[in-house]
């Protein structure tokens, strides 16, 4: 039994903001912002779309390439969605505060009524989480063969736009990817799919990267007058320490329990979320950078909508062969970590 993925699916609003924009309003450049994270733009939403609007898009681009793929479905999207046995959503800014989850609005809007649904909130590691997720939910029943996947995130509405260190780093977007659960090997010859996940967090950390207002420990207050909406704070040099550790010691271990190297992987698939993140990790573990796709030069960090934007970016450009061996990894909120091993 094997758990591959099938289809994938990305969506990003279609307003962008360059660096040299964001530098008529803030004290910066363009020079300053690639240097220091290798961002050139990002995407950012309109005042009517919500992170549901934008995940529902992504499994769409997803679903449509199922059915170009899968004859069963007889050219129907309705059928391939009838097909959803799970939907799980990655984010950190759902649509409403605790409920409705952002999984059941999208489970709704393609009418996936079968499909359970639930939100994962894990920070910028959310899908890598939410693609464990699903392999454990479709493996402990035999009637489930199919779920659907997304990170989802629109940062830009939790971004203080006039704090200069943390909103040149965030856009928004949505990633989606299906996956099957087939009668493939998931180890020896011929294996496919998962093959092996690590998940893990340093809850001591959650402070580095925080929304401090709303929530039960600090909530608003009737009559209270707000000086700001809730947004993004960060202590960035706190995490980006946490993130390089994170990322070389999740690949370690990776490569280690599966009896693997470097050499063995066709690509690494990081969390979008600062190109010296990567380039340190790389340098440490003595890694060439060009065995990581990085598209931040586009997106910017997209948190926990990075990892499914970039596998279908580089899958739609044929970048993704069957039975290349790739490595997801994330880092974030929470604070949060993880990887996941994956035969294409």
Known sequence: MAFEIVATGR???????????????LDTSDEWIRSHTGIGNRHIADELTATSDLAVAAAREALQMLVDQDKSLGGSVEAAVESLDAIIVATASPDFFG?????????DRLGAKKAA??????????????????????????????ALVIGAEILSKITDWKDRSTCVLFGDGAGAVII????????????RGLLRSILGADGSGGDYLIMRRGGTRNPYKQGETLDQPPHIEMNGRAVYNFAVKAVTDTMEQLLKEEGLSV?????????????????????????PEEKFFLNIEEYANTS?????????????????????????????????YGGNLIVW
Not at 99 to 107: D, I, K, N
Not at 180 to 191: C, E, H, I, L, N
Not at 274 to 281: D, E, F, T, Y
């Open 99 to 107: 409920f409705p989850s952002t999984a059941c609005l999208v489970q």
């Open 180 to 191: 099957d659960k087939t009668d493939a090997p998931s180890s020896g010859p011929g294996k």
């Open 117 to 146: 649904a639930m939100d994962v909130v894990a920070g910028c590691t959310g899908f890598i989480y939410g693609v464990e997720t699903a392999a454990g939910m479709l493996s402990i029943r035999q009637d489930r063969k199919r």
């Open 263 to 287: 050499e063995d992987l066709t690509r690494i698939v990081p969390h979008q979320a600062n190109a010296r993140i990567v380039q340190a990790a790389a340098k440490r573990l003595g890694i």
């Open 11 to 25: 969506a990003v609003p279609p307003h962008r903001i360059t660096n040299d924009e964001l530098a008529k309003t």
């Open 304 to 336: 926990a909508a990075s990892v499914p934007i970039a596998l279908d970016e580089l899958n739609r450009a044929g970048g993704l062969k069957k039975g290349d061996l790739i490595m997801t990894l994330g880092f974030g909120a929470g604070l949060t």
